[in-house]
């Protein structure tokens, strides 16, 4: 399902990204984990792009095991002739007559809450998935984005916040949320290696907590908790005292610097993307508790019964974006306070509107 949120973000990046977008028409774009929160948004996008801007359309192939995203979220894309649906696991061989000319790799298991649960999953995704789509690459890609994350920095050393590129990290290699993060890091090595081996075109980008209309609410992420626990009237429940930051991005700013890098020859290099905007759990829970209710419904803080939500949880959690600023002249629409209250109350409206159609209960 589209929303009308959702329709209008992806109509005015279109508009915006027209230009920069044009050596896609009449291209193959394909799109791994493309029923998932970002999966889905680039394709919304670029269908935007096609239905009113494209001079030839640009060919989309639709790829995901369709596990975790849901196939709901892209039906009414069903019967378009620019779109072409493929179920595949990317860890498992691409048919033989895929040849994509660029490629948008975000298949993975994203969410604390799954690869908990799927850790042996969540590697296979991030290392073998990432190898194959690699492989595929090599056919004839000439861009490719591989999506990493902002995890694998790990819980920052303080004087490393807001955190920039160069930074290390500080991370567990057999913790709780070791799955994720180290495969992330062998996610970037691999790129790497393909970039200095084959000259492959492949950017790497580390999105720092991005989050809007579009996000399954039942994700597990702390935005659709929050939204979720709004619309059902309260409370808003925080497993934590939630004194730990995080910067949050909305999905139209980073989907905005992706595309820039997509069309950029920025082959082999690594970029935060995010929103540099740092503020405290607490403090957005305080701004959705206002903006679902007058006057504000209650937060309250509890212990999570799962005994391993907090271990290895970052404190701090902020991008250095000087790099992505300087090299693509981008900066987020939706930053600062006023900006993340903004895509707040957007992605309150989008989840609203799904409910109202009766496609997420608001209980
Ligand atoms: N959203 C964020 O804030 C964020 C932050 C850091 C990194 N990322 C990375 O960006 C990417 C997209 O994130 P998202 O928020 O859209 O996640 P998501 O969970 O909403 O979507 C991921 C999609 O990948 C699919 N998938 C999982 N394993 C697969 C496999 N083996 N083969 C094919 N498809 C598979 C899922 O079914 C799902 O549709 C992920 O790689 C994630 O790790 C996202």
Same mark, same amino acid.
């Given at each position: ?28 774009? $394909?799109? =791994?984990? %493309?029923?998932?929160?970002? !999966? ?5 996008? +670029? *269908?935007?792009? @096609?239905? /009113? ?66 850790? $042996?999953? =969540?590697? %296979?995704?991030?290392?073998? !998935? ?5 492989? +595929? *690459?090599?056919? @004839?890609? /000439? ?82 908790? +929050? ?137």
């Amino acid at each position: 399902m589209i929303t009308g949120i959702l329709r209008e973000d992806c109509a005015t990046l279109a508009q915006e990204l027209a230009d920069r977008l044009r050596p896609l028409n009449g291209r193959t774009v $394909l799109i =791994t984990g %493309a029923s998932g929160f970002l !999966g889905s948004y680039f394709l919304d996008l +670029l *269908a935007s792009y @096609n239905a /009113r801007l494209a001079e030839s359309p640009i060919r989309l192939v639709a790829a995901d095991n369709f596990k975790i995203g849901l196939p709901s979220r892209i039906e009414h894309l069903v019967g378009r002739t620019d779109v072409a649906f493929l179920r595949q696991d990317v860890s498992k061989p691409f048919p033989e007559d895929l040849r994509p000319d660029y490629i948008i790799h975000l298949a993975g298991i994203a969410s604390p809450s799954f690869y908990r649960t799927w850790p $042996l999953e =969540t590697i %296979a995704v991030n290392v073998d !998935g990432t190898r194959n789509v690699l492989e +595929l *690459a090599r056919r @004839n890609c /000439r861009s490719m984005l591989s999506f990493s994350s902002s995890e694998i920095y790990g819980d920052p050393d303080p004087a490393h916040i807001p955190t920039g590129e160069a930074y290390r990290g500080n991370v567990s290699s057999t913790g709780p949320r070791a799955c994720y993060d180290e495969s992330k890091r062998l996610n970037e090595t691999l790129c790497t290696a393909y970039n200095t081996l084959y000259s492959l075109p492949v950017k790497v980008i580390r999105p720092f907590n991005v989050y809007g209309p579009g996000q399954r609410i039942d994700d597990g992420r702390i935005i659709p908790d +929050l939204m979720r626990a709004a619309m059902a009237g309260g409370p808003l429940v925080l497993f934590s005292d939630g004194r730990a930051t995080r910067s949050f991005c909305y999905a139209a700013d980073f989907v905005h610097a992706s595309m820039l890098l997509l069309m950029s020859d920025a082959d082999g290099e690594v970029f935060n993307v995010g929103n540099d905007f740092e503020i405290s759990i607490a403090q957005v829970a305080g701004i959705v508790a206002e903006l679902a209710a007058t006057p504000a419904l209650p937060v309250e803080h509890r212990l999570s019964a799962d005994l391993n939500y907090l271990v290895d949880n970052p404190n701090r959690r902020c991008p250095d974006l000087g790099k992505l600023r300087h090299r693509m002249g981008w900066a987020p629409r939706f930053g600062l306070a006023a900006g993340l209250v903004e895509g707040l109350a957007r992605t309150l409206a989008h989840y609203r509107e799904e409910a109202a159609s009766g496609r997420i209960s608001a209980a």
